[in-house]
């Protein structure tokens, strides 16, 4: 069985179908076919722990990483509980996450209670779908926050007059002076 997955950043919904093609507006597709094993999880846990090991990455590219790499394994799984359960993807599934975590199906469908039986029975599923929306949150923070707190000054001369708070102008300088907070975290660079 081949099976289409979309997941939708803003509203942390896992749409499944058949074949190749959705609307990508808004998220990230991937597709798999069934008969993957899922021990797969250990390549995806040791591609994340490889990924990026100098720390020059940006926070919100690597969790969208991370969730590129999540979505594919979880695709993959997918595909093989979904056709050994004997489950058609026919008409789109839409998943979800209750608040203590749980996944669920939203709306009607022929397989639903099946579907959630499946998330229930392989807690690796469901951590890695919970992990997929928790990452698209936080990458989501992070953008918001990042782009409200990053400061560009003129030259560390320009720095140094915030600084002190004086008043003159000063051109002593050519490069620009970079200050962005992040959380809590601090980075400054000159360009």
Known sequence: MQINT??????????????TTTDTSSGTTTTANSGSDTAEWSTAALSLSQSDSSGLVS??????AEN???????TSALATKLSEAGISVDQTITLTR???GTVTVVGDCADKE?????FADESS????????????ELARS????????????????????????????SDTSSSD?????LNGDSATYFA
């Open 68 to 74: 590129e790499i999540l979505q594919q394994h979880l």
């Open 125 to 136: 599923l469901t951590e890695a779908f919970n992990t997929l929306a928790d990452n698209s």
């Open 59 to 64: 926070p919100v590219l690597k969790l969208n």
């Open 142 to 169: 992070y953008t918001k926050s990042q782009t409200s707190s990053l400061v560009r000054t003129n030259g560390y001369a320009a720095y140094l007059d915030q600084l002190s708070s004086s008043s003159s102008s």
């Open 98 to 100: 209750d608040d203590d």
């Open 114 to 118: 099946a579907i959630e039986k499946i």
């Open 177 to 181: 002076f970079y200050y962005s907070l």
């Open 6 to 19: 979309s997941f939708d950043t803003k509203t942390e919904l896992l749409k499944i179908n058949a074949g």
